[in-house]
């Protein structure tokens, strides 16, 4: 059978190593996106490279994360990413045009082409039929300076849809669907590749939520065909030019089959604090809420806002439901604001927030103590909303503005008549004034970098033999925000490792950086899953700072192991699952001859408290054993 398009975009972007489930491939990079909380060590790293140009055929640089600018940090750091896209060759959008991922669709994304991104969302592109893969900075600095990609070549899985949904059943439905059925872990390894008749009728923005949530399942992306909806998406933000048809389903070759019948989906909510804890609303239907936020990238496009001022039109918000808004992008708000659409949640009583990601991680908004906060978000991981004992439940747009209305959790279902008639805009507004080229010719562009932005860590060399303690063991499903959380006052040290390295695991732990810097670092002990969620490296340069040798975990998600390896972390797992049990925090740990079984992937730890031994697996390709011994990707880069 002939191959599906996600084999067919690697095959053409293939620079080195066999296509075969699991080996490390290489790839050519068409295009990067950063945003400004990960793309300021980009940027470093770039620069430390010294490659004067970006090499790929595009490099943007979005401003969407931190934009609260309490205190200097903030601004410094924008006004950093601004003058450093100027000399280097990279787009600069500024902040106030909206969120990275939904621009990038609206006006750069190209089917058939490879885009990676210094956040885990950016997969949001296979809604174009590209293959869009989010990474850390330092893979995103590679990228930009002409390296290839290197990723274990996934499994590709055709996600089969027929049916129609019912007008009150979102795109958000069915990527929840896919987490009840697969959970968090169920996507790793593997690309998501969707066809059959219900893809035929899903618009590319609804397409959109789909493969931007693919990132909870642990995907390493997801990727929609390149159709008739593609063209008119395209051709509606006037870049037809871009349009390739682009096929999959059937008559191609899969590793897995995967069906939901639309037809029978119902409306979906993840309960705290799990994507996949995914339930149907109506069994929770009488639960009282105290907040309500429609944004994010996932779910704040044009569709997502028209549908939520069709429900609220006319109606108040309940009195005891603070509901707010953002949305995703200037274009997005220009046309609600000419069409009417805006006064219709304005009056019904939202709060609307900036263009930006704002609430999602934290940065404001955050709920009551103790508070049932409803969003459009894809993750609901524990004080991830700034307060530590809210629950936070996430449902599509529809649901959420029922929800506002009513005071408890509801479907959408009583507004069916007026979600029924939607129509694509045949043009979106567009204007790319926002959105600064760089200068022709970069070389006398000057750097601005405030007091904030200090230079990359040292990265010493790795050493034959490691001692230290267990300083922190840490459950299955360790997401990246327990490890650095993502709220305001911790982003605003984005740029600077010594002060972000003080809030490594500060939401669970608050002594570990102490405990760290008097052990002089040790080992970090983990169970499944370790590392889910986002790209931010951070989580590994802190560790890492704080001199953490090795994470030995029961398993690990895709970007955040790869991040360890870049910075000279080992990511090594138990053999046997059960000697997770038989490690204490503050036991005694040794690897010897490391430097050779590395290498031979026979690593053995001692656990010298208890006198026992341990065997350890590593899932590591040559190149990032080379990185791991080197201290740092960066350091063989730069050479
Ligand atoms: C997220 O959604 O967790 C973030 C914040 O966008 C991160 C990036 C970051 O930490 O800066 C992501 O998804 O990679
Ligand atoms: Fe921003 Fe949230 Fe999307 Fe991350 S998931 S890019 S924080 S809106």
New binding site residues.
């Given amino acids: 059978m002939a191959e599906n398009l996600t084999r067919r975009i690697i095959k053409s972007h293939l620079v080195s190593g066999d296509m075969v489930a699991g080996s490390e491939i290489a790839l050519k990079i068409d295009q990067t996106l950063t ?1 400004d ?2 793309g300021t060590m980009a940027y470093l790293q770039f620069e430390s490279i010294g490659i004067p140009k970006a090499k790929t055929e595009l490099s943007v640089s979005y401003v969407d ?1 931190s934009c609260l600018q309490v205190g200097f940090r903030n601004a410094d750091d924008h006004r950093f990413l601004q003058t450093v896209a100027r000399k280097h060759g990279i787009y600069f959008s500024r902040p106030g045009n909206g969120i990275c991922h939904q621009l990038h669709m609206e006006r750069f994304g190209v089917p058939g082409k490879t885009l990676l991104g210094s ?3 950016t997969p949001h592109g296979g809604s174009l039929g590209m293959l869009a893969m ?1 990474a850390g900075g330092l893979d995103i600095a590679l990228a930009m300076a002409g390296k290839p990609f290197h990723v274990k070549m996934p499994k590709v899985v055709n996600v089969r849809l027929t049916g129609t949904l019912k007008p009150y059943v979102a795109t958000k439905d069915i990527i929840l669907e896919l987490l009840r059925r697969c959970s968090v872990k169920g996507g790793v390894g593997k690309v998501f590749e969707y066809s059959g008749p219900g893809v035929e009728a899903l618009t590319v923005p609804q397409r959109a939520t789909i493969c931007n949530m693919g990132a909870e399942l642990g995907l390493t992306t997801s990727v929609f065909p390149s159709d008739e909806q593609t063209r008119h998406f395209l051709k509606a933000e006037s870049r037809e030019e871009c349009f390739v048809e682009l096929k999959t389903g059937e008559g191609f070759d899969y590793d897995e089959i995967i069906e939901i019948d639309l037809n029978t989906l119902e409306p979906l909510v993840a309960q705290p604090h799990m994507p996949d804890r995914v339930v149907p609303v109506t069994d929770l239907k009488e639960m009282k809420v105290n907040q309500v936020w429609v944004g994010s990238c996932t779910n704040a496009n044009y569709h997502d806002m028209v549908n939520i001022a069709k429900i609220l039109k006319g109606k108040q918000v309940h009195p005891d439901v603070s509901f707010s808004v953002s949305i995703a992008s200037r274009q997005v708000l220009h046309m609600l604001t000419e069409e009417g659409w805006l006064n219709d949640i304005v009056d019904a009583g939202a709060r609307i927030l900036e263009l930006t ?1 704002g609430p ?2 934290g940065a404001g908004q955050s709920p009551c103590s103790g508070g049932i906060s409803v969003r459009t978000n894809n ?1 609901n991981f524990e004080g991830r909303s700034g307060t530590k004992d809210a629950k936070v439940y996430l449902v599509s747009p529809e649901t959420a503005a029922m929800t506002a209305l009513k005071g408890t959790l509801s479907t959408a279902e009583e507004a069916s008549e007026q979600l029924r008639d939607y129509q694509e805009p045949k043009r979106y507004h567009i204007d790319d004034r926002m959105i600064i080229p760089p200068a022709e010719d970069g070389s006398e562009a000057e750097v601005i970098k405030g007091p904030n932005i200090k230079g990359l860590p040292e990265f010493s060399e790795l050493q034959d033999s490691v001692t230290g303690e267990a300083v922190i063991k840490v459950e299955d499903n360790i997401s990246t ?1 327990h490890i650095i959380p ?1 709220l305001p006052e911790i982003v605003a040290y984005r740029s600077n490792i010594p002060a972000i390295s003080e809030y490594a695991f500060s939401g669970i732990d608050a002594s570990f950086a102490s405990r760290c810097k008097e052990k002089q670092g040790g080992f970090i002990i983990a169970g499944k899953n370790y590392g889910q ?4 490296e951070h989580a590994a340069l802190a560790p890492k700072y704080l001199g953490i040798k090795a994470v030995i975990a029961v398993s690990f998600a895709r970007i955040h192991s790869q991040n360890l390896a870049n910075f000279g972390i080992m990511p090594l797992e138990f053999k046997n699952e059960a000697d997770y049990g038989r490690i204490n925090e503050g036991d005694v740990l040794e690897i010897k001859d490391l430097l050779n079984c590395l290498d031979k992937n026979t690593i053995k730890i001692k656990n010298v408290t208890k006198g026992e031994e341990y065997p350890l697996i590593h899932h590591l390709s040559e190149y990032q054993i080379t990185s791991i011994k080197a201290g740092s990707i960066l350091k063989l880069a730069a050479k």
């Avoid at 969620?533 to 931010?536: A, N, V």
């Fill in positions: 945003q909380a990960t994360h956040d885990s969302h989010g990601c999602c991680g993750r925000d993502a969620g986002s790209s931010r």
